[in-house]
């Protein structure tokens, strides 16, 4: 359905997500916080490995990628939830509108992408003019791989605030801690478990099941696919390279890690959908 002055519903509801977010103090300070943890990342690895002033755009890129797998996963799925999960009086007045609830949703994913979008933009870009001026342009690939990374974790986890929220009103607090939880598992449980479970069973068993937590995990599936881009093959832990062995090659396994995170953005985003329009406003 399209409006008499041309915009459509849902890039309504992106830009009323949008403007919020843009004035929540939360996106706000993690702005701030992404770009003063990058400086003090480009600044500090240099210093302790003996050197003075900043490292390179690609040092950067590689000491930064787990602190961006670490932060954007939970920054996401907070900010997500407490947007996407409204309490009774708020949702019975959003819903109340003529606009299906699919569009509003989706419209408010839009918003909120482009707003995480452009924090993470302003973080990593902070940082990358201080390290421009201060190394030159080497490895300004790998740093733009990084915001893609970043960009790519962005889109997953609040998905994932999605499903969780779209149980209906009245939520929140659960949606909330379902969120930590699903955050804890993702970055720091799952890859504990699986090692773990791999050192008990034989070589074959393990190497499958490590290939398995690679796709499975979209944590693990976007670390691999920006180290791959980053610095190839010598940053892999055992998963990744196993995972390297079974798809021969680096164009196998890009197109493998493409389809998951690709599956991790659109699988909950559907059932989230699924969920709203069934819930009881």
């Keep these: 359905m399209i409006r008499a002055d041309g915009s459509s519903p849902l890039l309504l509801c992106a830009r009323q997500e949008l403007r919020l977010a843009v004035r929540s103090r939360w996106t706000q300070a993690f702005a701030a916080v992404f770009a003063a943890l ?16 900043f490292q390179d755009f690609a040092r950067t890129a590689a000491s930064l990628t787990q602190l961006v797998l670490l932060l954007v996963p939970l920054t996401s799925l907070a900010i997500g939830v407490l947007a996407l999960a409204p309490e009774r009086g708020a949702a019975d007045l959003l819903y109340s509108q003529p606009v299906s609830r699919r569009e509003i949703l989706l419209g408010q994913l839009l918003g909120l ?25 080497f ?26 929220s779209a149980g209906g009103p009245g939520r ?11 955050w804890f598992v993702a970055v720091v449980l799952f890859d504990v478990a699986a090692l773990g479970a791999a050192t008990l069973l034989p070589s074959g068993a393990a190497s499958r099941l490590l290939i398995v937590s690679v796709l499975a995990n979209p944590v693990d599936a976007v670390r691999t696919a920006t180290l791959l881009g980053i610095e190839g093959s010598t940053a892999f832990g055992a998963a990744s390279l196993a995972f390297l062995r079974f798809t021969k090659g680096t164009a ?20 989230a959908a699924r969920r709203i329009t069934r819930a009881d406003f």
Excluded at 252 to 269: M, T
Aim: aromatic share 8%; proline share 2%; no cysteine.
């Design 38 to 53: 990058s400086l003090a990342v480009a600044f500090s690895g240099y210093i302790l490995s003996g050197g003075e002033g």
């Design 113 to 137: 992408f482009a707003a995480l979008a452009a924090a993470e933009a302003i973080g990593l870009g902070g940082a990358g003019l201080v390290i421009f001026g201060r190394s030159g342009p």
């Design 139 to 164: 490895g300004l690939a790998s740093y733009a791989l990084l915001f893609g990374a970043s960009l790519a974790v962005t889109a997953i986890f609040l998905a994932l605030a999605a499903l969780l």
């Design 172 to 182: 929140r607090a659960r949606a909330l801690a379902l969120a930590l939880i699903v």
């Design 252 to 271: 196998g396994a890009a197109i493998l890690l493409g389809l998951s995170v690709a599956a991790w953005i659109l699988l909950p985003v559907l059932a």
